[in-house]
Nanobody, 125 residues
Framework: VQLQASGGGLVQAGGSLTLSCAVSGFTLDRPAVGWFRQAPGKEREGVSCLSTWNDIVHYADSVKGRFTISRDTAKNTVYLQMNDLIPEDTAVYYC???????????????????WGAGTLVTVSS
């Protein structure tokens, strides 16, 4: 099982980025998958999670209305579209999965067992 995140970079406040997470070893038709982030000196935060079983999504309050999680089952890839970025969004972003649960809310509020390497997002003011 592997998850590989990409798409991070430097963007000005108000800009957009799309992160991608290519997964292997499992398919996007049952487990919960999602995005977490960790800023320097802060705890890891569940940003957005998706149940690939029933398509229910969960967003942290801090990103509601700005971020959108989606998946491409054929490409086995999960995306995070980030709009209206603010400096507080600066963090290392990780994709994660919970192969034993289908709940997006549970994943975003738990400690996932399956992680990918992170990708750095820096938002300048």
């Amino acid at each position: 099982v592997q998850l590989q995140a990409s798409g991070g970079g430097l963007v000005q406040a108000g800009g957009s980025l799309t992160l991608s997470c290519a997964v292997s070893g499992f398919t996007l038709d049952r487990p919960a998958v999602g995005w977490f982030r960790q800023a320097p000196g802060k705890e890891r935060e569940g940003v957005s999670c998706l149940s690939t079983w029933n398509d229910i999504v969960h967003y942290a309050d801090s990103v509601k209305g700005r971020f959108t999680i989606s998946r491409d089952t054929a490409k086995n890839t999960v995306y995070l579209q980030m709009n209206d970025l603010i400096p507080e969004d600066t963090a290392v972003y990780y994709c994660a999965a919970d192969l034993g649960h289908t709940s997006s809310y549970y994943l975003c509020n738990s400690h996932p067992s399956t992680w990918g390497a992170g990708t750095l997002v820096t938002v300048s003011s």
